[in-house]
């Protein structure tokens, strides 16, 4: 963000525009972010500033709280642009709920001569006057007071439903709440079809010949009565279930397959399941200091299990429990250095045929037979033969891509040219201007203004007010254009940057320590894809701020015979090279990329077996722009014909 707001708004006067999401009763859009949005938008058309978003609405952010909130963490390290004059909220409670957090964010503001303003109707403040610093200090108090009162009125309604034995949050799988509050079984289920896979539906109208209806409450009951047989684990029980049909449900109520972790939920609320409730979560619960069984006395009236069945459960977990060994010292755990950023090829195209994130997996460590392995997610079959691959053929392979990135000096002042001229490709031919030349002369032209200024105050031609204004104004604009650099210096200093941070992991990956080579790695790297089944990495993703070297990267093998100190022509592959427009999206070249540079460092590495759509992939570049300038969702699905919650996926880029 802070390299658009350089580039993109030079003499704009910009606005800083927050929107979070709050929890609201349904039909209320008062807090919606389209609403929030709406009323931003209007008031920044009012004062004629330029809005920049900045957005926490993926899931409700917490106002009394920071670290959660990853966009007003953006907002906030742009306060220090030249050109920034507002902080735009909906409302304060926007911003912080707490009146110190408020206090702190005034001072900052004033120093830097910025205005916090809150656009609600009826809500409208600004700090440029002293009224409205006075009447924004109430109000954080009043909000900060409401917070901590709802928070004490919801711990307490806690307190009181728990002594009447009602749970509290998600009801535990295969069961709901009934009007009553206790729990009971649920009808709610899904159709296994032939090819494996579920889909919901109506119980008694098949989707499909042969498909078998089974309810999320057999589901539960299918795993204790298999766990207590004593024969099967909990990852072996996962495999079993799905070998079976069983489906499970995700947290938006869709089928699925049962992994291990799904087990080990069934398994540890067995308490639940008897018509008990206890003050601790479930996966917070001890099961090694004493017989479970014996301990905790089951309600057999608000039961939706057999208690002898919930019995033999507590029985068997409380003989397989792990009891904890004093071996004198905390022995740390082995950092693994790719895991939870390697996916599992299989699911990443499961994932992308159905258009299903929630079916990425990632590998995780651990150890078997006397060696460290990556290990596919357990519980989870997407269809690879094998599980696991050792720690040192997949980092040595990883040492390999990462190799294969770096470039020599003269390849680089290739990727400049190349960067240089797709720049200047999009831009007016007609128009040939010495960038250094027009730098100078705006500099000049700056200084002259700051000087007639000066005159015209001393000579008495304008007020105080005005010549402040003025003056700040032409020294913003002169800083901007003494730190202006060309697109040819930026570029060189983009990927010089980057080419020296992967420089540096490709000299010390070999001779690093697992923590050191987990950091470099996963400050480097999005994720990489691995085939198990291959053993080779099929795909990679470097972080946005390594894009553009990506792309010019694998730019350099599109002509002749790949090496980097060929003298490729710069006017033939630059063509090759996207701008980052709607025209040509940078996603679609980034995965182009990526299978360029695979096949040159790993020979006989498939391509993708599936890519993005090149025209949803412009269509859905035509949508978030659109948001950007203010469009609502809902006008937005109703002229591209889909729904207002996938528009929300593609502007909040969690669904591509």
Not at 297 to 323: E, H, T
Not at 326 to 348: F, N, Q
Not at 609 to 627: D, G, L, S
């Amino acid at each position: 963000m802070s390299s658009q707001l350089t580039s993109d708004f030079r003499s704009e006067r910009i606005a800083l525009c927050y929107i979070r999401l709050s929890w609201t009763r349904e039909g209320d859009d008062s807090q919606s972010p389209d609403r929030q949005r709406a009323n931003i938008l209007r008031k920044c058309q009012q004062e004629g500033y330029t809005p920049v978003w900045f957005e926490d609405v993926d899931g409700h952010k917490s106002g009394r709280e920071v670290k959660n909130r990853p966009g007003w963490q953006a907002l906030v390290a742009q306060l220090g642009h030249p050109n920034v004059v507002a902080v735009i909220a909906n409302d304060l409670s926007r911003l912080h709920r707490k009146g110190w957090r408020i206090g702190k964010l005034l001072d900052t503001l004033e120093q830097r001569g910025i205005a916090l303003i809150t656009a609600a109707p009826g809500k409208e403040i600004n700090t440029a006057t002293s009224m409205g610093k006075f009447v924004i200090n109430i109000t954080a108090t009043f909000d900060e007071q409401y917070a901590d009162d709802i928070a004490d009125k919801v711990k307490d309604g806690i307190r009181h439903r728990k002594s009447r034995g009602k749970s509290v949050g998600r009801p535990p799988f295969g069961t709901i709440r009934g009007a009553d509050g206790y729990l009971q079984p649920s009808h709610e289920g899904a159709w296994w079809l032939l090819d494996g896979s579920y889909c919901k539906g109506n119980p008694a109208v098949p989707p499909k010949d042969g498909a078998v209806w089974r309810t999320y409450y057999q589901t539960a009951e299918r795993i204790l009565r298999l766990y207590v047989e004593g024969k099967l684990g909990a990852e072996a029980l996962a495999y079993h279930m799905n070998d079976e049909g069983y489906p499970f449900r995700d947290r938006k109520g869709n089928p699925r397959v049962v992994c291990r972790d799904d087990v080990r939920r069934v398994l540890a609320n067995w308490p639940e399941y008897g018509g008990v409730v206890l003050n601790q979560p479930a996966k917070n619960r001890a099961i090694h200091t004493e017989d479970e069984a014996e301990s905790i006395n089951l309600d057999s009236s608000r039961a939706v299990f057999p208690l002898d069945l919930l019995q033999k459960v507590a029985q068997v977990r409380n003989g397989r429990a792990l009891r904890p060994v004093d071996r004198g010292h905390k022995r740390a755990a082995y950092p693994y250095p790719l895991s939870y950023i390697t996916r599992c090829a299989h699911c990443e195209t499961l994932a992308t045929a159905e258009s299903d994130p929630a079916k990425r997996t990632n590998f995780n460590g651990t150890f078997m037979n006397g060696n460290r392995r990556y290990r596919h997610k357990p519980g989870v079959n997407c269809g690879c033969g094998n599980r696991s691959v050792q720690c040192e053929q997949l980092e040595a392979d990883f040492g390999r891509l990462i190799n294969g990135l770096t470039v020599s000096q003269q390849a680089l002042a290739m990727m400049v040219e190349l960067a240089a001229n797709t720049e200047s490709h999009t831009a007016d031919d007609d128009l040939v201007v010495d960038p250094h030349a027009e730098r100078q002369r705006n500099i000049e032209r700056i200084k002259k203004k700051i000087r007639n200024t000066k005159t015209l105050f001393a000579e008495g031609h304008i007020e105080e007010s005005e010549f402040r204004q003025r003056l700040a104004d032409n020294e913003r604009e002169l800083a901007q254009w003494e730190t202006y650099t060309t697109q040819r210096e930026q570029a060189l200093l983009e990927l010089t940057q980057c080419l020296n941070t992967i420089e540096e992991v490709v000299q010390v990956w070999d001779i690093a320590e697992p923590k050191e080579r987990q950091v470099m790695a996963r400050n480097l790297f999005d994720y990489i894809v691995y085939d198990l089944d291959k053993q080779r990495i099929v795909d990679f993703r470097l972080k946005p701020w390594a894009d553009r070297f990506l792309v010019l990267r694998a730019a350099l093998y599109e002509e002749g015979s790949g090496t980097e100190t060929q003298n490729a022509s710069v006017q033939g592959q630059k063509r090759n090279v996207p701008h980052t427009g709607v025209q040509t999206p940078l996603r679609l070249h980034l995965v182009m990329a990526a299978c360029q540079l695979l096949e040159t460092i790993f020979p006989g590495v498939p391509r993708r077996r599936t890519c993005p759509n090149p025209a949803k992939v412009t269509r859905n570049e035509f949508i978030r722009q659109r948001y950007a300038a203010g469009e609502l969702m809902s006008d937005l699905s109703k002229e591209y014909g889909i729904s207002s919650q996938r528009i929300s996926q593609i502007v909040h880029d969690q669904r591509r």
